[in-house]
């Protein structure tokens, strides 16, 4: 499956943002889709992930509560809705796909397939 994230921009804190990734190939609705982060000179880490019926979701604690990742498999589409941003929350996004449902795991290396990506900067 190929993956094209979107969305990205420059927002004060405090702010929100919908990043946007869309499916195209391989029937969207086997994988289980995740976003991670990468901020300058860090590892990428895990941001959320969720199912491929979109029943099940999981966050990392850095955002839980402030960050809501959803999938609409009509439009081969998964999105990561972001409020109450903070500074730290800058970095690259990107977006992932597993075809090994149900794993929900935070290791990119379980994600085969990967979008390009889109810059996130929360100004202070």
């Known amino acids: 499956v190929q993956l094209q994230a979107s969305g990205g921009g420059l927002v004060q804190a405090g702010g929100s943002l919908r990043l946007s990734c869309a499916a195209s190939?391989?029937?969207?609705?086997?994988?289980?889709m995740a976003w991670f982060r990468q901020a300058p000179g860090k590892e990428r880490e895990f941001v959320a992930v969720?199912?491929?019926?979109?029943?099940?979701?999981y966050y990392a604690d850095s955002v839980k509560g402030r960050f809501i990742i959803s999938r609409d498999n009509a439009k081969n589409t998964v999105y990561l809705q972001m409020n109450s941003l903070k500074p730290e929350d800058t970095a690259v996004y990107y977006c992932?796909?597993?075809?090994?449902?149900?794993?929900?795991?935070?290791?990119?290396?379980?994600?085969?397939?990967w979008g390009q990506g889109t810059q996130v900067t929360v100004s202070s």
């Open positions: 992932a796909a597993t075809s090994v449902r149900g794993s929900y795991s935070r290791d990119p290396a379980e994600f085969g397939s």
């Open positions: 190939g391989r029937r969207f609705s086997i994988y289980d």
């Open positions: 969720i199912s491929w019926s979109g029943g099940t979701t």
